[in-house]
């Protein structure tokens, strides 16, 4: 860029301060370094909370995972056990509720 167009662009942002600053009413915002400071901590601490979040929300979802499998496992582990298959077994061609669990003492107060 040439002087004149450093020139031109210098006046362009003085213009744009000055409408910015009508619209703000002419309240100008000042941030001092101890401000910077004071929302730089925060946001930190923010960030770090926000991490400590995700993590417990990584474990959590890792005992979940963890869980499922072990239900898994446990179920597999017992449908093919003996007793299991013997109730399977019995069970067999029994289609409604009262066939599966049927009533026991029917006729008793």
């Known amino acids: 860029m040439d002087n004149e167009e450093l020139?031109?662009?210098?006046?362009?942002?003085?213009?744009?301060?000055?409408?910015l600053t009508e619209r703000l009413g002419?309240?100008?915002l000042i941030v001092t370094e101890e401000m910077y400071d004071?929302?730089?901590?925060?946001?930190?601490?923010?960030?770090?909370?926000?991490?400590n979040i995700a993590l417990t929300a990584r474990q959590i979802l890792d005992e979940k995972i963890d869980l499922k499998e072990q239900v898994e496992r446990l179920t597999k582990a017992v449908m093919h056990s003996p007793a299991a298959q013997l109730k399977l077994k019995e069970l067999e061609g029994k289609t409604t509720f009262d066939e599966i669990n049927p009533k026991e003492g029917k006729g008793q107060p």
């Open 7 to 19: 020139k031109a662009e210098n006046a362009r942002l003085k213009a744009e301060v000055e409408r």
């Open 26 to 28: 002419g309240v100008r």
């Open 38 to 51: 004071e929302l730089n901590t925060k946001y930190l601490e923010q960030q770090h909370e926000l991490q």
